[in-house]
């Protein structure tokens, strides 16, 4: 965080957050502000002038990037009052105002609610669906004047994580950082991973029935499929590719790349793979972080295709 702060803009940069509830501007704010941001969240715009014209505890000296969330729950929230607020900020030479909206689409966010089972604050007594239909019109003004915008319908977490710090980060790093995921195409594909490797062609240990309730962070399941007569060759040609690639990405200045394994249901072939492949880059000097996003997913024939007969 240090880091970040060391390059700070003499500029005030402000980076405005809004957009649908429950499109994931909490997160946006959290990974902000371990970018060195100083975040504050629900803070009613009509104030903002006087915000940002103070100096960081009360004295002179760099100010670091400020990002303020705000929504429709947010006291005096008025999208028109607040783009020409915004607007006439923006003329000053010593802001520098962004808007970033997060969207996602309806049938997601009924979804989202359901399964948390929060009631939506404009919905009162009535269906999610309603709170968000009339949310969307609120906003539209807003969705439609904002600088950038992130549609987090298909998004984990961690892809919300990873493309705010894509867009956000002050400098980039020195080197690039490495993600290696496994995952399940019946329950689709990653949406930000930059090189996807499909692994169904490896006999899967999902037809043994010793197997089938263990994951490719087993033992078994790595001897299985280490006997596949195609696993060494597409094993080594995947990490020479990788190995090949990685520097031309950081020479090329990309800060991040996402390197993901897809087999049927995300936990055997792709996890093992994924493991091997981390191993092989940590070997060669990256630090990669891995991620199983269906690792803890319930095991289901019906993904597989079924039982044998």
Known sequence: MQDDLEHCDPKQRVLLVTGMLGA???TALRVLEDLGWEIIDNFPIRLLEGLIESSPNGGPGPRPPLAIGFDSRTRGFNPQQIISQVQGLDEREEFELTTLFLDCSSRELERRYNETRHRHPLASDAPASTGIRAERELLAPLRGWADLLIDT???????????????FA?????DVTVTVSSFGFARGMPPLADLVFDVRFLENPHWDEQLRPMTGQEAPVGDYIRKDPGYEEAFARIRDLLLMLLPRYRTQGKAYVHIAFGCTGGRHRSVFMAEQIAAALRQEGFSPTLLHRNLGSRAADLLEGGPRR
């Open 170 to 174: 002050s400098s980039a790093p020195d």
């Open 153 to 167: 319908t298909d998004f984990t977490s961690n892809d919300l994580q990873r493309s705010v710090r894509e867009r």
């Open 24 to 26: 994931g501007k909490t």
